[in-house]
Structures are given as structure tokens and as C-alpha cells.
């Protein structure tokens, strides 16, 4: 079974440039989740999807981050414009519905400049 | 609020012996608990994990105990090998659906 796949691995950008981040979750796994993980700290939830509905988002903040799951499957995170308080890992996951246990994908480092 | 945390952000282990992971966490309510470990350059890995109405649960090498009356988490790594060397962290699912919130992270070294 393919696990959740992200890319890109790495970006690095300079400040105020936008910059998108791609998912693509385990097959049949109707829930995602994007999360920002900081370095040495572990993951907070940015954002949660039941499907193609947006269904937690009160931890992205919205004047600079968007995310769109189009078909309910694959989905993109979007900063614009970056700033350097955003390099961090930017995590994916999936679970199957109303399953606690998350797979989580690679992750995209970024690093603003 | 709700919080987890974790009481040593470093362990070192010699090769062969036991490790204890230990986490704290805030919210009563939690009805879930799960162990992550996270490899340089990777995204977290399930370990294991617990539900509330059980106060330890066996894996592989691996066994996680919760204690509710101090809210306390911990993992067990039985004979850590090289290869168990990571961050772990630990996460609580509180009463609002699927949302885990995780610790800071543990990172153990294992030494040959």
C-alpha cells in the first residue's frame, strides 16, 4: 500500500513569495490533515478535511494560508506571500473516517529567506 | 487548556536496555492516546497507541501504559537497538473528533 505523498520535499523561497505544498493521501483514507511542525516541536493541526469539506480550519491562519481539496482526494496547501516565521516542515496525513490513528507523509521543509 | 508535554527532551540508552518515555497530559477527557516516533527527515510513525478504558497495551518491543489518576503516558522500548534512535512523541485525542494534539518530542540516542 502506497503511504501519503508529498512534495515537494524541500522549497526554499524568498520572503513575500508564494509558495504551495501538494498531498496526495492513502487511497480510501477520507480525512486529511495538514499540520506545521516547527523544529524540535511536534505537529499542529493547520487544517482538517472530511471529504472535500473543510471541517477544522481554526488554526490556519487565513490572511496568508489557503488550502483547497478540490475532488476529495489530493489536496494543496497555498502561503502567500511567505514570511520567515513560516519555514518549518509542513506536514500531511490521512485516516480512514472517524479513525483516530493518522499516516503521515514526508513532509515539505521550507525555508523563507 | 488542553496540553501535552513530555518530562525529558533527550534520553540517551545504551544498546540492549530498556528505554521509558514519559508524557504528561492535561486534558481528563482524552479518550485516546498515541505514540509517534519520528526519524530525521521523515514524517511521524505510528507506534502504538491506547484508549482510555485501558491502562496498558503490548506491541512489538513496545508497550505503552496510562495512568489516568495522574494523567500521565508513557512508552516502553524493550532491548532499544540502534534503529529505535528518533524523536517520540506522544498525542491525545481530546472529545472533539478526530484532533490529536502532540507533545514537544523526546529524541532518544542509543549508543553502541
Known amino acids: 500500500e502506497a503511504g501519503v505523498v508529498q512534495s515537494p520535499r524541500y522549497k526554499i523561497i524568498e520572503k513575500k513569495q508564494p509558495v504551495a505544498f501538494w498531498c496526495n493521501p492513502i487511497?480510501?483514507?477520507?480525512?486529511l490533515y495538514w499540520y506545521r511542525q516547527n523544529l524540535g516541536q511536534g505537529p499542529e493541526l493547520l487544517i482538517r478535511?472530511?471529504?472535500?469539506?473543510?471541517?477544522?480550519d481554526s488554526q490556519l491562519p487565513k490572511d496568508r494560508f489557503s488550502a483547497e481539496r478540490l475532488k476529495g482526494v489530493d489536496s494543496t496547501l497555498k502561503i502567500q506571500p511567505a514570511e520567515l516565521g513560516d519555514s518549518a516542515v509542513y506536514l500531511c496525513?490521512?485516516?480512514?473516517?472517524?479513525?483516530?490513528?493518522?499516516?503521515f507523509g514526508p513532509g515539505t521543509r521550507l525555508t523563507v529567506t | 487548556g488542553e496540553s501535552v508535554g513530555l518530562h525529558l527532551p533527550t534520553l540517551s540508552v545504551q544498546e540492549g536496555d530498556n528505554s521509558i518515555i514519559n508524557c504528561a497530559y492535561s486534558?481528563?477527557?482524552?479518550?485516546?492516546f498515541i505514540w509517534y516516533k519520528q526519524e530525521s527527515g521523515k514524517g511521524p510513525q505510528f507506534i502504538i497507541d491506547?484508549?482510555?478504558?485501558?491502562d496498558k497495551r503490548q506491541g512489538q518491543r513496545v508497550t505503552v501504559l496510562l495512568n489516568k489518576t495522574v494523567k500521565h503516558l508513557s512508552l516502553q522500548i524493550a532491548a532499544t537497538q540502534p534503529g529505535d534512535s528518533a524523536v517520540y512523541f506522544c498525542?491525545?485525542?481530546?472529545?472533539?473528533?478526530?484532533?490529536?494534539?502532540f507533545g514537544g518530542g523526546t529524541r532518544v540516542l542509543v549508543k553502541p
Open positions: 496525513a490521512s485516516s480512514y473516517p472517524k479513525h483516530y490513528e493518522q499516516y
Open positions: 487511497s480510501g483514507h477520507n480525512t
Open positions: 478535511y472530511e471529504n472535500e469539506e473543510a471541517v477544522d
Open positions: 486534558n481528563s477527557a482524552s479518550d485516546y
Open positions: 491506547i484508549r482510555s478504558n485501558m
Open positions: 498525542a491525545e485525542n481530546g472529545a472533539a473528533g478526530n484532533k490529536l494534539t
